[in-house]
């Protein structure tokens, strides 16, 4: 399974992949990096962010946040998840029936063997650091700022 330094900054990951898929219609990220300071995901996209989109996608994922949504886990049939959710990313070892299926609240549901916060109200205020386009993919690096009278 793969390690995750941050349990907050990968649950800000399903936010961000669903709102920039949503948003955008570009899909989950291909690729993504989670640290605990700052993060990245990478996207297949013809361009970079308007800036505009970029202020959509953090008022979205802040105000998912804020909404105090419940993180949740449970198996789900293969052959459902197939038909329900995007697999693309699925590690090899993830093969099996069934699959363990990751939900925050009625806003994202991914098949994931990570661990997440209990809910997002942990995870503080989203904001996008930067973002760059190059050869059809846009990347997206973000960090989690502590909410007020919280340390991160």
Request: aromatic share 6%; net charge neutral; proline share 4%.
């Given at each position: ?18 709102t ?5 219609g570009?899909g ?7 640290e ?5 995901c990478?996207?297949?996209f ?15 994922v ?5 909404a ?13 998840a ?6 693309a990313r ?8 069934p ?26 205020t ?9 050869d ?8 989690l ?5 919280k340390?991160?």
């Amino acid at each position: 399974m793969k390690e995750y330094a941050d349990p907050r900054m990968h649950t800000a990951e399903h936010l961000l992949n669903r709102t920039v898929a949503d948003l955008l219609g570009c899909g989950r990220a291909f690729s993504s990096h989670i640290e605990r300071k700052k993060s990245k995901c990478d996207y297949r996209f013809g361009r970079d962010l308007t800036p505009e989109e970029r202020a959509e996608i953090e008022r979205r994922v802040n105000a998912a946040i804020a909404a105090d949504l419940p993180v949740s886990s449970g198996l789900v049939a293969r052959a459902e998840a197939e038909r329900t959710l995007d697999l693309a990313r699925l590690p090899e070892d993830a093969a099996g029936d069934p699959l363990r299926v990751v939900r925050i609240g009625n806003y994202d549901a991914c098949a994931c063997i990570g661990v997440h916060a209990a809910s997002t109200a942990e995870l503080g205020t989203f904001r996008i650091v930067s973002t760059g386009w190059a050869d059809g993919v846009l990347r997206v690096r973000y960090r989690l700022d502590a909410a007020p009278g919280k340390t991160l």
